[in-house]
C-alpha cells in the first residue's frame, strides 16, 4: 500500500486548504485513514479519521468545525477539507490507513494505523 499526500501549502489565517491523500494497492480489509500533523518540537497529533465502510468521521476537537474529512471509495482517496486556518495549525500532514477492527478510541491512536504517507507541509502565516 503506498500513500500519497498533495495539497499542502502557505496559507493566510482564516484561509482554507484542501489536502488529498491517494492510496495505491488498498487491502481489501482497510477499515480507516486518518491525518495525523506535526509540528515542529512537538510530538505527533490526531487530527482527523474516517471510517471507510460507511464514512463515519471523527475529529480531534482542536478541529473540529472547521475540518471536514470525506473519502471516495472508488477512487481510494481521502480529503481534508481545512477552513479556517490557524497559524497553530501549521504542521507537516500526513495521512494513514489501517485494517482489522477500529473501536472508536483508536481512530485518534497513530499505532494502530498500518501503512502511512510521506507528508506534506502546511504553513498558515498569521
Known amino acids: 500500500v503506498q500513500l500519497v499526500e498533495s495539497g499542502g501549502g502557505l496559507v493566510q489565517a482564516g484561509g482554507s486548504l484542501r489536502l488529498s491523500c491517494a492510496s495505491s494497492?488498498?487491502?481489501?480489509?482497510?477499515?480507516?485513514m486518518g491525518w495525523f500533523r506535526q509540528a515542529p518540537g512537538k510530538e505527533r497529533e490526531f487530527v482527523s479519521a474516517?471510517?471507510?465502510?460507511?464514512?463515519?468521521?471523527y475529529y480531534a476537537d482542536s478541529v473540529k468545525g472547521r475540518f471536514t474529512i470525506s473519502r471516495d471509495n472508488a477512487k481510494n482517496t481521502v480529503w481534508l477539507q481545512m477552513n479556517s486556518l490557524k497559524a497553530e495549525d501549521t504542521a507537516v500532514y500526513s495521512c494513514?490507513?489501517?485494517?482489522?477492527?477500529?473501536?472508536?478510541?483508536?481512530?485518534?491512536?497513530?499505532?494502530?494505523?498500518?501503512?502511512w504517507g510521506q507528508g506534506t507541509q502546511v504553513t498558515v502565516s498569521s
Open positions: 494497492g488498498r487491502p481489501f480489509s482497510t477499515y480507516a
Open positions: 474516517i471510517r471507510w465502510s460507511d464514512g463515519n468521521a
Open positions: 494513514a490507513s489501517g485494517y482489522g477492527y477500529y473501536y472508536i478510541y483508536e481512530f485518534s491512536i497513530a499505532a494502530r494505523y498500518n501503512y
